[in-house]
């Protein structure tokens, strides 16, 4: 079958560092994509994983393993205004009219001062 | 690049009202994907819209339809309501498909009461 698993919750420190985990299942990976969603808004893009290995941008990293069904992203320097909820989104199925993301439940991160 | 814009944002209804909302996507972007986000549920996809057709579908029953314009601009109407259609609905563009990187709106947060 197809799934997607992240923590419900997490908590971290200002100023530290916080990886959050999703692992995932599906019969035709296409590439993972990462979004943060604040309380009460829409999602946004921060990054997209299509093969092995880290991506960087600025404070904010994501990484792929698809042997394992592993990704994860993560955060430094962490901010307050870095709570939020963190989804994980992964494409299956191969170009055209049979690809479909498939979303996590998301990561609910609280930043304490 | 202004954003994707969705109206109304807040909704209130009763249980066997109907309702529609509207989203209009991008500038270029001609597809208009719309879900459902509940807090036990996480983001569900409802349908894809591109070039004014239904590209793709998820798993909701018939109450839930759309249509796309010629502008790509997108409506969806939720017929019958019932107390478990209470939800953020979130309107997504793309200038490839549904599989690709979304742009979300801001929402439509519909109470039905």
């Known amino acids: 079958g197809q799934n997607i698993d992240q923590p419900t919750e997490m908590t971290a420190t200002e100023g530290a560092i916080v990886q959050i985990n999703c692992t995932y299942q599906t019969s035709g990976f296409n590439g993972l994509f990462w979004y943060q969603q604040h309380a009460g808004e829409a999602p946004t893009f921060l990054s997209y994983n299509v093969l092995d290995g880290l991506e960087e941008k600025g404070r904010f990293s994501s990484f792929l393993s698809r042997s394992k069904g592993y990704s994860y992203l993560l955060l430094k320097e962490l901010q307050m205004k870095d709570s939020a909820s963190y989804l994980c989104a992964v494409r299956d199925g191969l170009a055209g009219n049979n690809r479909k993301l498939i979303w996590g439940l998301g990561t609910s991160l609280a930043v304490n001062p | 690049k202004a954003g994707v814009t969705q109206t109304p944002r807040y909704l209130i209804k009763t249980r066997g009202q109907q309702v529609t909302l509207s989203c209009s996507p991008i500038?270029?972007?001609?597809?208009v994907s719309w879900y459902q986000q509940t807090p036990g549920q996480g983001l569900q996809f409802l349908f894809e819209?591109?070039?004014?057709?239904?590209?793709n579908k998820g798993n909701f029953p018939g109450r839930f339809s759309g249509r796309q314009f010629s502008n790509s601009r997108s409506e969806m109407n939720v017929s019958t309501l019932e107390l478990g259609d209470s939800a953020l609905y979130l309107c997504a563009s793309s200038f490839q498909g549904f599989a690709d990187t979304q742009y979300f709106g801001p929402g439509t947060r519909l109470t039905v009461l």
């Open positions: 819209y591109f070039s004014e057709t239904q590209r």
């Open positions: 500038s270029g972007h001609r597809s």
